[in-house]
């Protein structure tokens, strides 16, 4: 069974700080990686998907590498705003069902 | 940009009733699923569907849960005789095809059984 596991749980960094949030996964037969946004009370935004047999997808500030043989995926946030401050979450892709982290809950300060 | 409607937003119920939750996956996708995120838990499968049948589900969804996609474009979600532990958040997503291809998830139906 697939086990997501998501450090560090919460994250606070002023405005302009670049965000490193990690994502581990226990099971590396994986389809894909996917990186989620979540503002509270709502739903879930896609921010990269990253193919398993790629490393690295980048969208704008957005940057997400993939190192499937140890497990590990890391979303790498570019000077950071406000308006970053959310729950992200990391989902892996096994047997065509998504097993999802718990999250990073992230604040940036202005 | 297509993109996965869900009807209602917010559904209070009292325990004991059924519910149908309901989704419009995107047109051309082909595998369907549903999720539930239990306030302040991970988000959770509950089960997915390919051609007209469940193709996975998980230890969650038991004889109270069924899913229909009644005709050809919705896609629902029934419980039965739901009970206060169904209160949740229920997501559903659409993919293309199966394994490498992106999940598209709805906005979501909050789910409050009283």
């Known amino acids: 069974k697939q086990e997501v596991t998501q450090i560090p749980a919460a994250l606070s960094v002023p405005e302009g700080e670049n965000l490193v949030l990690n994502c581990s996964f226990t099971d590396s037969a994986i389809y894909n990686l996917q990186w989620f946004r979540q503002d509270p009370g709502k739903g879930l935004t896609s921010l990269l998907l990253?193919?398993?047999?790629?490393r690295e997808q980048t969208s704008g500030r957005l940057n997400a590498s993939l190192d499937k043989s140890s497990g590990r995926s890391t979303l790498y946030i570019a000077a950071s705003q406000p308006g970053d401050s959310a729950t992200y979450l990391c989902a892996a892709s096994n047997d065509y069902k998504l097993s999802f982290g718990a999250g990073t809950t992230v604040t940036v300060r202005a | 940009e297509p993109e996965v409607t869900q009807t209602p937003s917010h559904q209070v119920t009292q325990m004991g009733q059924e519910v149908i939750l309901r989704c419009v996956p995107i047109s051309n996708h082909l595998y369907f699923y549903w999720y539930r995120q239990i306030l302040g838990q991970k988000v959770e499968f509950l089960v997915s569907?390919?051609?007209?049948?469940?193709?996975?589900k998980s230890e969650i969804f038991d004889d109270q849960f069924s899913v229909e996609r009644p005709d050809g474009s919705n896609f629902t979600l029934k419980i039965r005789s739901t009970k206060l532990e169904d209160s949740a958040m229920y997501f559903c997503?659409?993919?293309?095809?199966?394994?490498?291809?992106?999940?598209?998830f709805g906005p979501g139906t909050r789910l409050t059984v009283t």
């Open positions: 997503a659409s993919q293309r095809s199966g394994g490498v291809y992106e999940q598209y």
């Open positions: 569907f390919y051609n007209n049948e469940i193709s996975e």
């Open positions: 990253i193919q398993s047999s790629q």
